[in-house]
């Protein structure tokens, strides 16, 4: 496997459930540098704790719940990793993706590019997300991402219930 | 007349071989002259200036680019490149524009399908470190969402960093 620290960066993530590992060395003076992660500024922070309220006082409606649960997902994960969740700017923040806890690294279908074509699959993994966040094609990349059958995975609970 | 010719044809031939051997970055893919792992920040400043669009990008010509910047030897990105070396450039155009508007040699890529965004797909030229990342939607196909400028895989034998 070719992955650059692919199996310790995956069991950091995983293990912290989302958590964005910050890297202190990094200084943020670097915006084109990777594995910056920062902060939003205090409009964009103030708006992110608002919507968080919201969620944790709206829980997950029932009809979520029974989604997510046919899908094998816990619902009360969905809370426990909005309480985990640290928000960070877009364009801004040069963390790589298998860092950012955005995707879900552990599927069939990233093993199988990994072994077919691990340059590419390191490639994916290694991009700094604010390159997708920057993109006005690619836009936004979130979501909770569930299992490969799952095509339309960052709009399945919306728009009655939105992360 | 004859021999200064032949020289003149010898030293051609060497230039030629001296390209093949020199190899892999003679036919790497540029962004108006800039190679990643080749080039550096400073060459980045004294052919592009500064960043000229928002988020450090440049906007040229219609294509607008992120250039990121190795921050040491297997740092994130993992290469074994000194700090400041380019190592990724990302292109999207200003005007929405087709794979099959570029005119490029298909044979020459390899398909893959974004394991995390299945209406993503990558076609990837290893040898020239090119990879365009193109929507394939089921009613809508073929618009380039972005083109990575990346490490030729001949480079990425000679600088990748091990596996820690």
Known sequence: ?163 | MGQQRFKTSRRLLFAILFALIAGPSAIAMEWHGIVPLHSTKEDVLRLLGKPNSNFDRYLIDGEEATILYSAGPCSDGGWNVPRGTVFLISVTFKRARNLSDLKIDMDKYVRTVDPFVTTHVYYTNKEQGVRYEVYDGVNEKGEVLQVYYEPTGADAIRLRCPQQ
């Open chain 1, 1 to 163: 496997m070719e992955m650059w620290k692919y199996e310790q960066r995956l069991a950091y993530t995983r293990a912290r459930n989302g958590i964005v590992p910050r890297r202190p060395e990094a200084s943020p003076l670097d915006p084109q540098q990777p594995g910056i992660s920062v902060g939003l500024n205090p409009k964009d922070q103030a708006k992110y704790d608002q919507e968080r309220d919201k969620a944790r006082k709206r829980g997950v409606p029932d009809e979520c719940a029974k989604f997510l649960s046919s899908r094998g997902i816990d619902p009360s994960d969905v809370l426990r990793a909005i309480e985990l969740q640290q928000p960070f700017s877009g364009p801004k923040s040069t963390i790589l993706r298998i860092d950012a806890g955005v995707e879900d690294f552990d599927t069939d279908a990233w093993r199988n590019l990994q072994k077919n074509y691990p340059d590419t699959a390191t490639s994916i993994a290694t991009k700094p997300v604010a390159l997708d966040f920057k993109n006005p094609r690619t836009g936004f990349d979130g979501g909770i991402w569930v299992n490969r059958d799952l095509k339309h995975h960052d709009d399945y609970c919306l728009p009655s219930y939105s992360l």
